[in-house]
T-cell receptor, first 114, second 114 residues
């Protein structure tokens, strides 16, 4: 069965520092992979997605993620965080055949230290 | 932002009462979803719809029913609310069922069952 693990429940980084949020997945084939961001009191917004091609994916708001098949990982990175990046981040995996089968990780809450 | 409106945004109800949450979209997307979000669980699919009057169960469908009489509206009903259904409910839409398709989320409905 497919699954998504976000091992870090809460991360705090200083403004201007680099960020890496971890995501590991379990799936029989190459899945479609997503990162969503949720600001307090809001719905989820897509940051980026990967389903083929270049394993380094660029997204909105200066985020990028790298797909590593050998490690079953899809980590999210940003070179320099801003206070507005404080939010909860969700990694998700979906099979080719059905968006309804998308599985979300439990989320990582990001706090920014001034 | 995707044109998704959820109502009500906040509701407190008593155990045993029926509750209906409404999702309205202006994007004419075929697929609509209801998720619930609970701490430590990420988002879990309750029900989804792939067309007018066409619905299917998700991972956590017990205690919930849905209806879709028009493309733009998807209703989630708790026939007899229980405290375990206290949660944040998100409606979502996608244009197709392909796993790579982006899912767009509404802003959520906070439901408290007392």
């Amino acid at each position: 069965a497919q699954s998504v693990t976000q091992p870090d429940i809460h991360i705090t980084v200083s403004e201007g520092a680099s960020l890496e949020l971890r995501c590991n997945y379990s799936y029989g084939a190459t899945p479609y992979l997503f990162w969503y961001v949720q600001s307090p009191g809001q719905g989820l917004q897509l940051l980026l997605k990967y389903f083929s091609g270049d394993t380094l994916v660029q997204g909105i708001k200066g985020f990028e993620a790298e797909f590593k098949r050998s490690q079953s990982s899809f980590n999210l990175r940003k070179p320099s965080v801003h206070w507005s990046d404080a939010a909860e981040y969700f990694c998700a995996v979906a099979p080719y055949s059905s968006a309804s089968k998308i599985i979300f990780g439990s989320g990582t809450r990001l706090s920014i230290r001034p | 932002d995707a044109g998704i409106t959820q109502s009500p945004r906040h509701k407190v109800t008593e155990t045993g009462t029926p509750v209906t949450l409404r999702c309205h979209q202006t994007e004419n997307h075929r697929y609509m979803y209801w998720y619930r979000q609970d701490p430590g669980h990420g988002l879990r699919l309750i029900h989804y719809s792939y067309g007018v009057k066409d619905t299917d169960k998700g991972e956590v469908s017990d205690g919930y029913s849905v209806s879709r009489s028009k493309t733009e509206d998807f209703l989630l009903t708790l026939e007899s609310a229980t405290s375990s259904q206290t949660s944040v409910y998100f409606c979502a839409i996608s244009e197709s069922r392909q796993g790579a398709d982006t899912i767009y989320f509404g802003e959520g409905s906070w439901l408290t069952v007392v």
